[in-house]
Structures are given as structure tokens and as C-alpha cells.
């Protein structure tokens, strides 16, 4: 973990510039917007719903809301910085998703909400990890899932299936 400890800021915060030097994603498909803590067994973070997302022109018309779909994916993104911070050489690994279970929305996520994601490991190696995820706004829980990421050689990965 220590190894992104150089991406904080003076607050402790980890912003969507460390972001994006961690995790293969930029601004255009980005769900977080600052780490908030990161320990080798959590991480939280938070992404701010503006309301000028692309996103929110076709879902529910008339009624904005954040997609469930990518409110798994910034689950999704939190599980992968956490797991990432356990791999000494996570640079050379993709970590991808590759199973969800027991995903459950609880209530929408509006603009102007501001999301926590807050990820807990149960069990990782250098074959995967385990995590349980739960999405807040205020406190309120919107959503939960159970993640299983896949940790694999990068290269291999990317020689495999590119075109």
C-alpha cells in the first residue's frame, strides 16, 4: 500500500489524477473522484453525481437517476484500487471482474448526490480477490455486492486479446 502513498495529498486523499495513474481508466469512464482511505482490508472513496454526466441525458428522461450498472462499476473501480494496493508488481497485472453476486439496489442515486463506496476485503491472492461492496449516499445504503476480481499478466492478458 505504501506504494501509492506518493499519490496523496495533504489531506491524506487520494484525487482522480492518482486515480487514473493507478487504475487503467481516464475522466471519460472514471466512477471515483477521490480515495478517502485506503488500507490493505478497506478502501473508501467517493464520487460526486454533478448532474452533467452523459449518462444521466438518457437514463429515466425527465427523471435523472445514476444507472445501477454504474454504480457497480464504481464499486468495481474501488475493489480494483484496493486490490491493486495489495500487489507489489500491480503494474504489470490487469485486475477484471469476473464474478458479481448477490447485487442489491436499495434506492436511486440522484444529481447532486454524492456516492461513498465503501469496499471491504474478505480474502485476495495472486489469482483474485473477494470483496464485499456497499454504496451510500449520505448514509443511506443504495446498493451492495458481492465482487470477484480476477488478477492476471497484463501482457499475457493483452496479447491474447488484442486485435
Sequence with gaps: MSQFSELKDGNG???AEGIKKIIPYNEHFLFIDNVISLDPNRIVAVKKITG??????G???????????LTVEGMGQAATLLARSNIPNHQEKEVLAYKLKEVKFSAPILPGDE??????????????A???????????????ALIML?????????GKFSR
Design 115 to 128: 456516492v461513498r463506496y465503501d469496499m471491504s476485503l474478505i480474502a485476495q491472492d495472486e489469482r483474485g
Design 13 to 15: 486523499m487520494i484525487g
Design 59 to 69: 437514463h429515466f428522461v425527465g427523471f435523472p437517476i445514476m444507472p445501477g450498472a
Design 52 to 57: 452533467k454526466e452523459d449518462f444521466l441525458k
Design 130 to 144: 473477494i470483496l464485499q461492496g456497499k454504496a451510500f449516499v449520505r448514509e443511506a445504503l443504495v446498493a451492495e
Design 150 to 158: 480476477a488478477i492476471v499478466s497484463r501482457a499475457e492478458f493483452r
